[in-house]
């Protein structure tokens, strides 16, 4: 099965955008648990919920993919940032309990001049406060692209903070592999998908890898920008794509788009994907 979706707005509601994905031929979807830019955000009623949990299970999706929002830093060492962070991640935890399999997918945040070390700590400390021993929803770090002071643009970085993470709470931890953000950071996805994927196994291990961002690069190798660009119009291109979702290690993993597209844009990249496999 070729799981693959975009990310939509929870504007209309979580059953809405069920029904969207499925308008534009996805069988998953992701998006923000709140305000992106803000701190702003209203839960969906039981119902709404539920009435998402029954359709994903009756059209067999993979799982839906919440989203943190960009306010977030759980490396800051400013007090009154980290504790917003892990008190609105806790938060969104417990609201996804309610979505059986849900995936959390945030950025491990940026150091801010304190160093690479220190950020991490910071992180894998939110993570040890967040993280609830049996819970139901994974929580999954993202790859970044390394730039200025974010952590998480070298695959050793995000295997220090699940190591810093305490073991009965470490079994809830994953990886979200954006093809951007890896790309960006001299990781060439595109035309070494199976050394890149060893380097993966090896430093942080393929049974964590969880979910893929799919999104081409306006950025060459190594440029560590991280900007988004339409599939097959970047750097990595249609052929480097197919050899992405078309490996047999990772083929069988949801796929995120995070394109710059509307709901239009969506739809074609959707169709293409899905051809580029059927054809393979």
Same mark, same amino acid.
């Given at each position: 099965?070729?799981?693959?979706?975009?990310?939509?707005?929870?504007?209309?509601?979580?059953?809405?955008?069920?029904?969207?994905?499925? %308008? &534009?031929?996805?069988? @998953?979807?992701? *998006?923000?648990?709140?305000?992106?830019?803000?701190?702003?955000? +209203?839960?969906?009623? #039981?119902?709404?919920?539920?009435?998402?949990?029954?359709?994903?299970?009756?059209?067999? =999706? !993979?799982?839906?993919?919440?989203?943190?929002? *960009?306010? =977030?830093?759980?490396?800051?060492?400013?007090?009154?940032?980290?504790?917003?962070?892990?008190? %609105?991640?806790?938060?969104?935890?417990?609201?996804?309990?309610? &979505?059986?399999?849900?995936?959390?997918?945030?950025?491990?945040?940026?150091?801010?001049?304190?160093?690479?070390?220190?950020?991490?700590?910071?992180? !894998? +400390?939110?993570?040890?406060?967040?993280?609830?021993?049996?819970?139901?929803?994974?929580?999954?770090?993202?790859?970044?692209?390394? #730039?200025?002071?974010?952590?998480?643009?070298?695959?050793?970085?995000?295997?220090?903070?699940?190591?810093?993470?305490?073991?009965?709470?470490?079994?809830?931890?994953?990886?979200?592999?954006?093809?951007?953000?890896?790309?960006?950071?001299?990781?060439?996805?595109?035309?070494? $998908?199976?050394?890149?994927?060893?380097?993966?196994?090896?430093?942080?291990?393929?049974?964590?890898?969880?979910?893929?961002?799919?999104?081409? $690069? /306006?950025?060459?190798?190594?440029?560590?920008?991280?900007?988004?660009? /339409?599939?097959?119009?970047? =750097? &990595?291109?249609?052929?480097?794509?197919?050899?992405?979702?078309?490996?047999?290690?990772?083929?069988?993993?949801? =796929?995120?788009?995070? @394109?710059?597209?509307?709901?239009?844009?969506? !739809?074609?990249?959707?169709?293409?994907?899905?051809? &580029?496999?059927?054809?393979?």
């Amino acid at each position: 099965m070729f799981y693959i979706g975009c990310h939509l707005s929870v504007s209309g509601g979580y059953e809405a955008m069920g029904k969207t994905a499925l %308008s &534009i031929g996805a069988n @998953t979807f992701q *998006y923000f648990t709140r305000n992106p830019r803000g701190r702003g955000f +209203k839960r969906p009623s #039981k119902e709404d919920v539920a009435a998402l949990v029954a359709l994903v299970k009756e059209n067999g =999706f !993979a799982p839906p993919l919440a989203h943190a929002p *960009y306010t =977030f830093n759980p490396s800051s060492c400013e007090e009154r940032i980290w504790q917003y962070s892990c008190e %609105s991640m806790r938060e969104d935890i417990e609201f996804l309990e309610a &979505i059986p399999g849900s995936l959390y997918n945030f950025h491990p945040g940026s150091h801010v001049g304190k160093g690479v070390e220190t950020g991490i700590a910071n992180t !894998a +400390k939110l993570l040890n406060s967040v993280i609830t021993p049996g819970q139901g929803t994974t929580v999954l770090i993202e790859t970044m692209a390394g #730039k200025g002071s974010e952590i998480g643009g070298r695959f050793e970085e995000v295997a220090e903070l699940i190591r810093l993470t305490e073991p009965e709470k470490r079994v809830h931890l994953g990886v979200c592999l954006d093809t951007c953000h890896i790309w960006d950071g001299g990781y060439d996805i595109a035309g070494e $998908t199976d050394r890149v994927l060893d380097e993966f196994d090896r430093i942080i291990g393929r049974e964590r890898l969880r979910a893929i961002h799919l999104n081409d $690069t /306006k950025n060459p190798l190594g440029a560590r920008k991280d900007r988004h660009e /339409k599939i097959g119009e970047g =750097f &990595i291109g249609l052929e480097g794509f197919k050899n992405i979702i078309t490996n047999n290690r990772i083929a069988h993993l949801p =796929f995120y788009l995070e @394109t710059p597209n509307e709901l239009d844009g969506y !739809a074609a990249e959707i169709a293409l994907l899905r051809g &580029i496999r059927n054809d393979a």
